[in-house]
């Protein structure tokens, strides 16, 4: 029913930045958190960053600290993910979601409830 839409992705060479962008229909405070998982070849698919709905906690993978930052604007319904320093490592299809629960750690998979249809990320030279 709650329609994420992410936006941002593409081709960026190392050490670039990108910034993915998702609209949410239907976001509101009553929602646990909203973030970003991604998927890389190969791989399952991992929390990169989620924020909780009033924005005082926010999660971030160990390896996209100091890189990656996640904000969120209620009013507007966007969450965004401003990325730097980017690595071949962080290639990967982006994923938007919401979790709606507290029952789970912000940003553990087994909470997420809602998933975007995903925006390709391709760090390359």
């Known amino acids: 029913q709650l329609q994420l839409v992410e936006s941002g992705g593409g081709l960026v060479q190392p050490g670039g930045s990108l910034r993915l962008s998702c609209s949410v229909s239907?976001?509101?405070?009553?929602?646990?958190?909203i973030g970003w998982f991604r998927q890389a070849p190969g791989k399952g698919r991992e929390g990169v960053a989620c924020?909780?709905?009033?924005?005082?906690?926010?999660y971030y993978e160990e390896s996209v600290k100091g890189r990656f930052t996640i904000s969120s604007d209620n009013a507007k319904n966007t969450v965004t993910l401003q990325m730097s320093s980017l690595t071949l490592e962080d290639t990967a299809v982006y994923y938007c979601?919401?979790?709606?629960?507290?029952?789970?750690?912000?940003?553990?998979?087994?909470?997420?409830?809602?998933w975007g249809k995903g925006t390709p990320v391709t760090v390359s030279s």
């Open positions: 979601v919401v979790q709606h629960s507290s029952a789970f750690d912000l940003c553990s998979i087994y909470g997420i409830e809602y």
């Open positions: 239907g976001f509101t405070l009553d929602y646990y958190g």
């Open positions: 924020i909780g709905d009033s924005g005082g906690s926010i």
